[in-house]
């Protein structure tokens, strides 16, 4: 069983969908929880960082952490075409450690 | 956000030659930084950690006499590829750490004919 688990894709959404981008982990030790969004040829964007469990929210972003089911998920409101990128949770035990990261969900958002 | 340039942003190289790849920290210090590369719709792979003033850690199968890596400073790391191949063609990222945030660099294409 792989450390973090993420939702295969790809994801096609219409413009204006809610999306539910979501990883489970086996670790315990993972403490922090980031998502980052890929465009293509570009490096990862650093989308929302998480420490504790419950809701985080900026904009139309929400990443919510549930510890006790080893579950983190990212929600995107009112999606966009500009949304459309890879995303890729990932999940740290301390810091300065390395970064654990899901395989990527490609989303897509038909205008 | 913080910011990590790496630069070149694209380099063409021939086989045999060696290519050296900065990543900076703009705007912080990071003791700090890490070493990936990405090949097409996949996801990355760490290839080795830097910290500033010590030898770096490299992952398994990666081959540290090829890829050196020097963290001269608290804002600089290199990577240097060296005798390249084509099979060395790929995207080379950076991170750099501030706290318990990663941030990115946008990242290397290097390209071996």
């Known amino acids: 069983q792989k450390e973090v688990e993420q939702d295969p894709g790809p994801l096609s959404v219409p413009e204006g969908a809610i999306v539910s981008l979501n990883c489970t982990y086996s670790n315990s030790a993972f403490q922090y929880f980031m998502w980052y969004r890929q465009y293509s040829r570009k490096g ?5 960082y998480t420490y504790s469990s419950g809701n985080k929210e900026d904009g139309r972003f929400t990443a919510q952490v549930d510890k006790s089911s080893k579950y983190i998920s990212l929600f995107i409101r009112d999606s966009q075409p500009s949304d459309s990128a890879t995303y890729l949770c990932a999940m740290l035990t301390g810091a300065n450690s390395k970064l654990t990261f899901g395989k990527g969900i490609t989303l897509s958002v038909r205008p | ?75 600089l790391s290199t990577l240097t590829v060296t005798s390249a191949h084509p099979e060395d063609s790929s995207f080379y990222i950076c991170s750099a750490t501030r706290d318990y945030e990663q941030y990115f660099g946008p990242g290397t294409r290097l390209t071996v004919t």
């Not at chain 2, 996949?42 to 199968?61: D, H, I, P, R, V």
């Not at chain 2, 540290?64 to 804002?75: E, G, M, Q, V, Y």
Request: aromatic content about 8%; proline content about 4%; some cysteine.
């Open chain 2, 1 to 75: 956000g913080a910011v990590v340039s790496q630069h070149p942003s694209r380099v063409i190289c021939k086989s045999g030659t060696s290519v050296k790849i900065e990543c900076r920290s703009l705007d912080f210090q990071a003791t700090t930084m890490f070493w990936y590369r990405q090949f097409p719709k996949q996801s990355l792979m760490l290839m080795a950690t830097s910290n500033e003033g010590s030898k770096a850690t490299y992952e398994q199968g990666v081959e540290k006499d090829k890829f050196l890596i020097n963290h001269a400073s608290l804002t």
């Open chain 1, 44 to 48: 990862p964007e650093l989308l929302m």
